[in-house]
């Protein structure tokens, strides 16, 4: 718990000990094989994750076609978003990359670390700041920006992206075919 609370530290904020011991002992660290679905749709599994370690995708199926919507690599949180704040049945699948370390706290769990500490309800409220801005980085590009700008900005964000996920995955990120995605990159290399 040692290294997780110092990449909290680095890319959060400082937490006390008392509410390090209380975190280590409401939440588990599991070791996911890749390609293994740490969430499904249909599921109540409202539960806060931390990437120790890998990449993951959430994503929704619709009429047979995968939709991702979400990438998580070392050091960020992810959850089944809608399902998370609404009590709901999960509308996503949650799904490692790579093989995974993951920190998995339960909703409950948060709730109560929230109320006994206010460190931890700064680090939620940081966390939760993180993920509307990157709905709100997601969302604006598809209504404003070409698919060339969308494919720039995610390069730019996540330099080493097409180095750790499939390019499938990438285009269904960005909301375009594969071909079309090869075209871009092969216009890249012309440059």
């Known amino acids: 718990m040692n290294e997780i609370i110092k990449k909290i530290k680095l890319n959060y904020c400082n937490l006390e000990i008392s509410t390090i011991k209380d975190w280590e002992n409401c939440s588990k660290i599991i070791n996911y094989k890749k390609g293994e679905k740490i969430a499904k749709k249909g599921q109540n599994k409202h539960k806060l994750f931390f990437v120790i370690n890998g990449s993951l995708k959430a ?3 619709h009429n047979d076609k995968k939709i991702i919507d979400w ?6 949180f992810i959850t089944t978003s ?3 704040f609404t009590n709901e049945p999960s509308l996503h699948y949650i799904e490692t990359f790579e093989n995974s370390v993951i920190l998995e706290t339960s909703k409950k769990n948060i709730e109560i670390l929230c109320k ?4 931890f309800e700064h680090l939620f409220r940081l966390i939760l700041s993180k993920v509307i801005g ?3 980085h ?3 590009p598809l209504q404003f920006k070409t698919v060339r700008e969308r494919y720039d900005d995610l390069i730019r964000q996540n330099p080493r992206i097409e180095l750790q996920i499939p390019l499938g ?3 269904s990120y960005l909301g375009i075919s ?6 871009i990159r092969a216009s890249n290399k012309i440059i």
Not at 71 to 76: G, I, K, M, P, V
């Open 169 to 171: 995955d990438i285009a």
């Open 116 to 119: 006994n500490h206010h460190d």
């Open 178 to 183: 594969q071909e079309t995605l090869s075209r």
């Open 82 to 84: 809608t399902s998370y």
């Open 71 to 76: 990438f998580a690599f070392e050091n960020d």
């Open 59 to 61: 994503y929704y199926i």
């Open 134 to 136: 990157q709905f709100k």
């Open 138 to 140: 997601r969302l604006s």
